[in-house]
């Protein structure tokens, strides 16, 4: 256990100013629990002066992920640095749920299943699928931002992933998008799972974001309504999406698409989808978070 005195105290009435109380008291816990976690053998000193670091980091704004330099998920443990978006509790509260559809009798426990991650960041989405799924996954995440590629590589192999995850660099309104995918996919029949956890602010929202996430994570995993087309609902990459498996053999007949959403956004991204795949889709679901809040909407085609 760290010593307790007076750069711990310090750490906490500085925190406090910041957060508040209780939020203060938890995260100087986790800051002191990631510190003692990652060296064991410490000495008070090297201890003090890294909390202090901590501790000025998160006074300025910076987010917990980054300061710490990982985030929970699952059973997993991500890392994280700027600008790459942060995964979130109820991103992981749907793909764990996601998971537990993988593994129920419609796939079966040992049929192989194949899933495209689009906008894949941290790739914290396939891994946790890969990880927590009773079927045999093959996945390959993809992202535009070069940042996201290199830490969603160290991730996975970080993870003991790397036999079954690809990462790729590639821009979803790209023309050659589709044959780009399709080309390192295990069949040129389409994948079995489509997920995605697209940008979804809309720019008005997006200026009125704390600087804590404006000023660290990457706008391109936030910004939905695409650059230049004229759009203000921050749906620019669902319609994108719904069009491409619309006219491309993305994904196969009984197949999932699962995207995550912003709140208040949930008719609009069904209404989306069912003008796009209408005809193949046999249930359309849209799911809440452990909030309650809508959060996903997953089709069964």
């Not at 996430?213 to 990459?237: I, Q």
């Amino acid at each position: 256990m760290p010593r307790i005195g007076k750069p711990t105290d310090l750490s906490n009435r500085i925190l406090r100013l910041s957060l508040g109380s209780e939020a203060a008291s938890r995260e100087l816990r986790w800051m002191k629990e990631a510190i003692h976690g990652a060296r064991p053998k410490i000495s008070p000193p090297e201890f003090d002066a890294t909390l202090k670091s901590y501790v000025a980091q998160r006074a300025v704004g910076t987010p917990l992920a980054y300061v710490l330099g990982n985030q929970p998920f699952g059973p997993l443990s991500i890392k994280c640095r700027p600008p790459t978006l942060i995964p979130r509790p109820e991103t992981e509260d749907w793909v764990t749920r996601l998971s537990q559809v993988i593994s129920s009798a419609k796939f079966g426990p040992k049929r192989p299943i194949s899933v495209l991650d689009i906008c894949t960041g941290t790739g914290c989405i396939p891994m946790l699928l890969s990880r927590t799924s009773r079927s045999p996954i093959t996945a390959i995440g993809v992202d535009i931002s070069e940042a996201a590629v290199d830490l969603a590589k160290e991730n996975v192999a970080d993870a003991g992933l790397s036999d079954r995850i690809q990462i790729i660099e590639g821009d979803l309104f790209d023309d050659a998008f589709a044959q780009t995918v399709l080309s390192r996919a295990t069949s040129h029949e389409g994948f079995d799972m489509i997920t995605s956890n697209p940008p979804y602010i809309p720019q008005d929202e997006y200026d009125k974001l704390p600087p804590s996430v404006k000023h660290y994570e990457d706008s391109r995993a936030l910004l939905g309504d695409r650059e230049g087309s004229g759009e203000a609902d921050g749906l620019s990459f669902y319609r994108r999406i719904a069009d491409l498996i619309s006219k491309e053999e993305l994904i196969r007949d009984g197949g999932v698409l699962a995207v995550e959403h912003g709140i208040g956004q949930s008719a609009a991204v069904q209404t989306i989808i069912l003008n796009a795949l209408g005809r193949r889709i046999r249930r359309l679901e849209p799911w809440k978070d452990q909030w309650e809040k809508e959060r996903a909407v997953v089709a069964f085609l």
